[in-house]
DNA sequence: GTTGCTTTGTTCGGTTGCGGACGGTTCCGC
DNA sequence: GCGGAACCGTCCGCAACCGAACAAAGCAAC
């Protein structure tokens, strides 16, 4: 079978046959934490199904979203950056399974593999530069705007078009008021870009998204492509 | 002599030996652009004096500050993530010099060595939690507190403790208007914690300006004195 | 179909920072 | 010592967003 994941469906047959042997299938349920802040890492995570958010975690108890790992990639990245815990928490953000594979046979695999170590160095140059536009939508972007990008993250993460978001879940990840979302989101969907229903929105128009998105949305995308392959599976749906 | 630049200094002998013979010294005088957004970067470059900030620049004309290097690294780490572009601008922030390696020479002494890609990869992780610090204060930390993690990012990469910059510099790197960065200088100088002169601003306590700083200084730094060493060469300034 | 919880819609006043502009000051070159 | 440029301080009206709160609507369980 192919993997769901873009990574481990991008191996070449030996680093495939490298690693297949260590990964282990499991569930991620809806919140479970895959790496709490400055803790030791034991596994690195595939993704096949279902969205995790790396966040930092304030003292005031709010959190802030820096990152998105989905079928995409792997977390965390940082474990192939000789580090064993990071000050970020990981946790599940849409439900979904994927495969781990252990800390050391990740490390042995890559030092065996120098194909394996380019690839998923790539997908950290990636991961960097989404963390980057985060960085720059959260500079001054309109909430509206950064509503828009991290639907359409989502979306590539994900086969169809209906998301599976409260307001409430938004506002924390876009680090702004549950109203503001509503309010975005009315406009969005005014406009007919988005669906909005209880729990739940409806990509309608991909395209107009992006255009909604701004500079926010793209550059991280394009060099997922660029350095790896499509991002998303199916066709892109109709403006 | 021994390199001011953090990374080149932490190397050891065999690996300064591999790249000892394919680093020229250079001039980086302000304003100097190391790369330019999609094209091809021909040089690493590892800064010993200077401050090199890579930015994002807007279809509008503006820039947006992601991540800042300094004597602490090399620009860019994405050349150690197997690309030869990136989708942002570096360039010179304050004048200074460096040492600068063709990327194939890099290449090949970092596929000599892995003790050198260990504590190489290693510093692509301190960056990638620098810029995921600068998403974090984008989001919603007050411009005071911005500035505040700004000078002190700026005084960890220098000796001494007079930092060279103009309100309209500061406005461009923490995004916000030029009267925001004025209000803000004048906050911290009324708490005593920096003295602003003309074109420079002198850090008075590095200790209170952390705190002024908040969550969104530490993480990196931490991170960096964790994983490679010492990020400031002298003695912190009395509080 | 009623109860109770979750999610969504809306309101109010207050604050921060924006965009733009103007005047004052320091510094540099001549 | 003078002129000009760069830099700093301040003001205005305005828009976005915040914090808090409350009301309505969808959904689920019984």
Redesign the interface.
Known sequence: MRHQNRLLAALSEADGALLGPHLEAIDLPLGHVLVEPAAEIPYAIFIDTGLCS?V?T??QGGR?E??LVGRDGMAT??L????DT???QLFMQVAGHGHRIAVPALRDAV?AS?SLR?LF??Y??T???Q??Q???A???APAEERLARWLLMYHDRQDGDDLSVTHEFLSIML?VRRPTVTVAIHTLEGAGLIRARRGRIRVLSRARLEEAAG?TYG?AE??YE??IGPLRRSEDSPA
Chains 1, 2 share one sequence.
């Open positions: 790396m930092s304030l003292d802030i820096v990152g990245p940082a192939l950056l000789g580090t990071i000050p970020y030092k120098a380019t160095l790539r950290v140059q991961f960097l530069v963390v980057a985060t960085a720059i959260n500079a001054g680090g500079q550059p394009t060099e660029r350095l």
